[in-house]
Every structure is written in C-alpha cells, then in structure tokens.
C-alpha cells in the first residue's frame, strides 16, 4: 500500500495566476506589513483552502493587507540612496489565517465562509454585496473533499479541485518546518521546549499524521516522500470507542475527562502480576501497562462500574503507546532519528504528547525524538493552498513570516470560540457579550511551580481530579503575516547562534514576574490610550475591551507559558502594542511624546553651545554621559514614572546628569575612546556610517542621540537613525524622526547641512527640493525604520531599509533597556558595536549586571 511521490506536487491552473509584472512595494513609514502592489493582478485569485476529514475540516484563508499609497519624500530619498542594496520581492503580502470545524457540523463551515465572504473572488470582502464567480474554483483535500463537493456547489457556488493528499501533508510539513521559527517542539514530562530546524539538515524524517487512521511517511526532500506504513487504529478508534464507552457526545469532551481519569483503575499493570513490584531484571516499572484494560478481564464489573474518565485515560493511553511504538520501529527501519508528529489527535493535550515521546524515547534508549508542531492539524490545508500556481509561499523565508493572536475570537488549535467578527464594534460587543456570560477575564493570579503529568503517562497524572480546561495545554494558533520586505540583519556576527532575549522566560519565576510587572501597568497604561482618542465614550469602551483582552493573553500565558509558541520578553512586549493597536489605540503617548519633544527643543541651543566648548575628549565623555542620562525617561519603568511627580523633564535630566559619576557598572568607554580619538600622535580614520537605535522621545532623543549623531557627522560619519516603524509606549518612530531634527537644525549647521543631504528637510522646512542637495559634500543624515513596533527588537526580523543602510555600516550604537539590555544585550556584530542604557528596573539590574537602579552600562564590542 505503500504511495511514492516523488515529483514534485501538481499546481493546478484552474484559477487565475499571481501577476506580478510591474509588482512593487507599496506602504508609508507607518505601515507594520507594507504590502506588494500587484498593478495587473486581477481580483479572482482564490485564497482559501481545505482539508476535509472524516472527524474535522480544516481551513485555512490568505487575506491581503489594505493597500496604501506613499508620498513620504524621506522614504523615496533613502530607498534611492540604498537602491543598490535593494531586491524585489516576489511573495504576495498579507495574512494566513488557520481555523477548523467538526466535520459533523459542516454547515458551521459553509457559514464561516459566507460570512467572511471567502467564496467571492478570495480573502476577505468589505462589501455585503459580494457576488460568487459561478466558476469559482478551491483547493481541497482529504476524503470530504469528494463527499461533500456536492454540497459546496449548493451552497456556496463552489466547485472543489482535488489535490493528493499525502502530498498535500508532505508539502506542508515542509513549509512549516523551514518558514516559521520554532515551529517544532518537544513535549517530555509536561514541559514543552522548542527546537528550532535547520532547513539544510531537514530531511530525511518521518511523518506522522494522526487523523481518523495514522499514516507514516518518510520524507525525504521537497516532492520526495514515500508511505511506508500506518495503522487503522488513530483518533478515530479513541473517538469511536470512546463515544460507545463513555457517551461523550465531543472528541475534546473525551479529551477532558482523560485529564480526570486514574487508568490504574481498568488496565493491568506489571505490579498487579507481581505483587505490587517492579520487574527490575528487564526493566519494568510497577506502574507500567502489561495490559490496558485487562482488569476488566478478571473483575465482575458491568461498563457502568467503570469511571468514563478512567477509561478515557486507559484508551488514550493505548493507542497513543502504540501509534508511538510502530513509529519508532518505521524509523529504526530506514535509520531516521527525527519523528515528527502531526494530525488533530494531539490537539496540544499534554498526556497525549507525553505518551508518544516517553514511548519514543523507551524504544529508541533515547536515540530518536518525538517532536510536534504547533499547526499540527493544518498541514493538509496549507499543502493544499501550495497547490495553487504561483503562491509564492516556495520562496518565503522564516523572517519573513510574523504570527500574531489577535483577540477577537481567539483561536485555541485553530477552534473558533465565539462568532466571526468583520469590524471594530462586532469584536468589542463579543468582549462585552463574553464578560457577561461569567468568563470574566481577570489579571493573573500568581503561577504554581510547573508540573508534570508522570514519567510518559504511565503513572497516575499528578493532575488528577484537577479543573484545568481540556485545551489549557492547546498552543494556540494565530495569525500568520507575511511580510515579504522583513530581512535578517546583516551585520549579525553568527545568525544560528543570535537569541535577541536576555531574560530567560522558560523560567516561571521569571515569567510570573513580568506578567505581574504587565498587569500593573495596564490602567495607567488605558488611562493613556483613552486620553490619546480624546477621552471619548467611544475611546472608554475600546479601552475597557483592551483592557479586558490583554489581560485575557496574560491569564493564557499563566495558564500555558507555551501557548503562543516560544516566549521571549521581545515578543510579549510586542504582543502588547499589538493589542493596543487590534483596538485602534495606535499611539497612547502621542500628547506626552509631543510635550516632552517641545520642552526638550527648547534646551537643545544651549546644550550645543555647552558642547561645543569643550575639548573633544572631554566632550565625548559628555556626550556618553548624556545619553545614559537622557535614557531615564521611560514610561514603560515604573521607576521611572514615578520620577515625573518629582519635577519637569528638564529639571529631572539635569539630575541624572549630575549624578553620574565613573566607574559605570558595565564601563567600555575608555575603549571606545581610543577607537574613536586614538592614543597620542596616532588619530584612527573615522567609521564610514553608523546606526543609532534610538529609544525615546522628549530628552532621550533631543538630548542625548542627537548631539551624539552630530558629532559623528562633525568627524566625518555618515548617520543612520534607526527608530520605530509604529509606535510603541514614549518611543520616537521613523515618521516623527524628521520633524525633530528639522527642529533641532534650525539651531546647528552641522545638523542642517547632514539633514538636508539625508533629504530630511524636504518636507519639513522647504516647499520645494532642490535635487542638487543630494549632492551636497557634507555627509548625510538619514532615518530609517526598523520594521518593528515594539520596545525591544529582533535583528532576525528588521525592515529591507534598515537591512540595505546596514550593508555599509562599521559602527552600531544600540541605546535603551529594551534594545540594548532586553535584547541584543549578548548579541555580537561584525562590526564595531556600542550599547548604552540606565537601567530602570531593580530585577533586571541585580540578575543580568549585579547592579542597582539607575546603574549604566557602557559596552564597546570590537568588530567580531
């Protein structure tokens, strides 16, 4: 029986193609995911594809990101200065959207997809008066594809082309595998720990899909794969046999009661035969299975004597050790140490997961590994969509994919809990309507030490009798953008070896603390969103929904650290400007940013006279220490908010100012100065160009960067700017970048002469452009965005701009907590590299730099 692929899949062109003659990027500064502007591209590309099963269907949608237009002169005049650096970029950008449905309710699918409109020409419609091309044609597999065609052409005015469906999860399993970063994990003891997959070590392995019936496929390369086995007994017998033993009337209700089950109480054990002990001479464990349910055999019980949630465990239990064990012979078979599984079996349910992998690493004496992934049910699906012609999802690398979870009807394993939502007021009536039915979201309460659900399930769960949910270990299943103009920075000295985090999340403690830190923050942090809109009835109620929602991905997280894949601070920091964003809170700070901006302005004059009367050391010096001074404004510290009620801006930098004296706690500077002045007679050639991370608003910027950048232009250094492409808490973004230094110019000669050669001027100070500017003999001044909204930033995932400005850069400055110490802290270049930043948080100081509050680090890192 067994089926050999070895051609790679069929592309249907029963559909209209992706046009991308004349294809360009399209989108302002402020755009997160700018888009590709396909000109010729006509509307009836199909974004919507299916996996049809016997017990599940599986959908997953593309959805394009709104188009927009640039008349941004700044973007236009650096994309020309960097246009040799440049490529184009041949994936269509938008969203991947997974979801699934029971296959028994196929009519709550037919009206998901009515209802966002998927039938009429793909991805979502605005417009309720959409019409269905009468020749609309989507990708499906699996066996419902034929069985229920009919039905989609009824309903829905859909006709269904067949794809294969062992190709379809071949060709899946392998996008997942090499396009999203960790992806794959493994699952041993209750704890989860994510395994990031080399896409030039991939193959050969062996997949493992657990649907109704289990196939084994060896795969080994993209179109290479073989069945070479599989069994009849899959998630259809425990579903089967449950719903006879048990009448449960939902595969997760079966799924709920094996988390309460004690299989001690129906399977035969090896101590039952031995008297309650080990049989040690080959192995065996008193509380290994020697039979499941073997009790029944010599106990005078009825069926209805038996706890359903003790027989739940037992068959869970059964068929779990089995599909393991036939795996791993397969395995040992062709010499494949990496097994991954995947199917709607697991569902992320812990006992299921930890049963295979203790089986796996029973049989193999820990030479192979069961691994797992996060969209397990959904390869058939996406194997399926990448049977369209020219998806372009063959060339997507793994930093140009971003998952997001947005809260509107969370996904739990792609399960829609609540209805379709189209619009702002829908997704915030569904907060309200889900408060009001008593799941009343909450701050987190504070963690339990992690536990574990006994060595491979075969001793009685710790858990057991517990209330958890029966999807409360489930990963969730977001969003997935594809921002097809995200690169990995290129001055990273070792990409496989770069980790941005510098706090370690895994540990709960730590977790538990920054979930706390979070849920302090978040009043005032409303409080700030509602005053940006005005203070409106209509800003009080998306707060209140805000407010309601994030708290509700903190209470996830404390509930399942591993909920939303791998967890760095980068990522949960992110996580909350997202939300913030989801509802239409897009700068919270932009008064306070806007005042402190003006107030720093005022004192910039006679900072740069202050400065320019020193002699250079000294005013390096002067220059360091005024950056680590300006650093202490930061509404994201409570340390630091708390400082606000204790003077102005001014009257507060002047205070850090005083107070800083050397040695800092981390001290380069003496290095740094050599680099830059030299010793004695023997003056080093200046960089050629360098990036400054920026962080703040108001004097961080104003006062401490800027002057910095200047000086640098003063000794010769093309300057890069690095900011924000959306905002993020008091951060200055790429879009707010110009005005200030068009601000800052009118004071200082250096600064306008570089600003009107970086082309910064031209919009702020000028109603015409002189094109001649450009080739101006002073050195320019340019901003560019970094491709994040966020406090932190991963160098893994930055803007093409930011990417192609860094192919001539010998000098990196990264300033502030977020991007100097929450990330980037160990991070190592193949340039010169300065990180500056006050540290404004106790916890971070005495774990990561034995410190105190408000202690500064100064690290100079020579080209790696």
């Known amino acids: 029986m067994a089926h050999t692929g070895n051609n790679s899949m069929h592309r249907s062109s029963s559909r209209p193609q992706l046009d991308l003659s004349k294809a360009e990027i399209q989108g302002n500064v402020e755009e997160k995911y700018p888009t590709i502007l396909l000109p010729n591209q006509s509307h009836d590309i199909s974004h919507l594809a299916l996996d049809i099963g016997g017990s599940l269907i599986k959908l997953m949608y593309f959805s394009r990101h709104e188009d927009q237009s640039t008349h941004d002169k700044r973007m236009r005049n650096v994309k020309n200065r960097l246009d040799g650096n440049r490529r184009s970029y041949p994936i269509l950008g938008g969203r991947l959207h997974f979801v699934k449905f029971e296959t028994s309710k196929i009519n709550e699918c037919l009206d998901f997809i009515y209802s966002k409109q998927l039938h009429c020409g793909g ?39 067949k794809e294969d469906e062992m190709s379809c999860l071949v060709a899946g399993a392998n996008f997942l595998l090499k396009a999203i970063r960790h992806e794959a994990f493994t699952h041993m003891e209750g704890q989860k720990e994510f395994v990031q997959i080399d896409p030039n070590d991939m193959f050969p392995y062996l997949l493992v899909n657990i649907g109704s019936g289990v196939s084994m496929i060896k795969v080994d390369g993209d179109g290479k794969f073989e069945r070479v086995s599989g069994t009849n007994v899959g998630g259809g017998t425990y579903w089967g046999l449950g719903r006879l033993l048990t009448k449960c009337e939902s595969f997760d209700e079966l799924l709920e009661l094996s988390q309460k089950g004690d299989n001690s109480n129906t399977d035969m054990l090896v101590g039952d035969i031995y008297g309650g002990m080990d049989y040690s001479k080959i192995g065996l464990s008193a509380s290994t299975i020697a039979s499941s349910f073997g009790k029944a055999t010599s106990e005078k019980k009825e069926l209805e004597d038996y706890r359903p949630e003790d027989i739940s465990l037992s068959l869970l239990r059964m068929i779990s050790y089995n599909i393991a064990q036939i795996s791993y012979l397969n395995a040992l078979r062709f010499g494949l140490k990496r097994i991954f599984f995947g199917g709607f079996f697991i569902r992320g349910h812990a006992y299921t997961m930890d049963a295979i992998s203790f089986a796996i690493h029973f049989w193999s004496k820990g030479d192979a590994q069961a691994m797992f992934l996060r969209h397990e049910g959904f390869l058939g699906a996406l194997g399926a969509f990448m049977s369209y012609e020219k998806h372009g999802l063959d060339d997507l690398m793994v930093h140009q994919l971003v998952e997001r979870f947005p809260m509107g009807a969370p996904y739990t394993g792609g399960k829609i809990h609540g209805p379709p939502l189209r619009d702002l007021n829908e997704k915030i009536s569904w907060m309200d309507k889900f408060l009001q039915k008593g799941t009343e979201i909450t701050a987190p309460v504070p963690m339990a030490p992690p536990g574990t659900t006994g060595l491979g399930g075969f001793e009685v769960p710790l858990s057991k009798g517990s209330t958890l949910r029966s999807d409360a270990s489930a990963l969730n299943v977001g969003v997935l953008h594809l921002v097809p103009t995200l690169e990995v920075f290129p001055l990273l000295a070792d990409l496989k070896m770069y980790e941005p985090n510098t706090i370690d999340l895994s540990d709960h403690s730590e977790l538990e603390y920054w979930l706390k830190i979070l849920s302090e923050h978040l009043p005032d942090l409303v409080d700030k969103a509602v005053a940006s809109e005005g203070g409106t009835d209509d800003a009080k109620r998306r707060g209140d929904a805000f407010a309601r929602a994030f708290s509700a991905h903190l209470a996830r997280l404390m509930e399942e650290p591993a909920a939303y894949g791998k967890l760095g601070l980068a990522k949960l920091l992110e996580m909350r400007e997202e939300c913030l964003r989801e509802f239409h809170f897009f700068d919270a700070y932009i008064s306070i940013k806007q005042r402190e901006n003006e107030a720093s302005l005022a004192v910039l004059p006679d900072l740069l006279m202050e400065l320019d009367s020193l002699d250079e050391e000294t005013r390096l ?40 004296q050397r040695p800092w706690r981390v001290d380069d500077f003496d290095a740094f100065k050599e680099r830059m002045l030299g010793t004695g007679d023997k003056k080093p050639p200046p960089h050629r160009r360098a990036l400054l991370f920026v962080d703040n608003s108001g004097a961080d910027i104003v006062l401490g960067m800027l002057p910095l950048a200047r000086e640098l232009l003063r000794r010769g250094t093309e300057v890069v700017l690095v900011a924000n492409s959306l905002p993020a808490l008091n951060d200055v973004t790429a879009m707010e970048l110009p005005d200030i230094v068009a601000e800052a110019a009118k004071h200082c000669d250096i600064l306008r002469r570089a600003a009107e050669s970086g082309g910064l001027l031209v919009d702020a100070m000028t109603n015409t452009y002189d094109s001649s500017k450009e080739n101006s003999s002073s050195v320019p001044l340019m901003v560019v965005e970094n491709g994040c909204g966020s406090p932190c930033i991963d160098l893994r995932q930055v803007s093409s701009e930011l990417a192609a400005a860094a192919k001539d850069a010998d000098l990196i400055i990264l300033e502030g907590m977020g991007r100097a110490l929450h990330t980037n802290l160990n991070a190592r270049f193949r340039c010169d590299a300065l990180k500056l930043a006050m540290v404004k948080n106790q916890r971070l100081a005495e774990k990561l730099i034995k410190g105190n509050l408000y202690d500064c680090i100064c690290k100079y890192e020579p080209a790696n």
């Open 123 to 161: 991805g979502e419609s605005r417009y309720s008066d959409a019409t269905t091309d009468s020749n609309a044609i989507i990708k499906a597999t699996g066996g419902g594809a034929h069985k229920f065609a009919d039905l989609f052409k009824e309903r829905l005015g859909l006709s269904l082309d």
């Open 621 to 660: 010096l002067t220059l360091i220490e005024g950056v680590l001074a300006a650093n202490i404004f930061d509404w994201g510290s409570r340390a630091c908010v708390d400082l606000y009620h204790k003077g102005t801006i001014i009257e507060i930098y002047r205070m850090s100012r005083n107070k800083m």
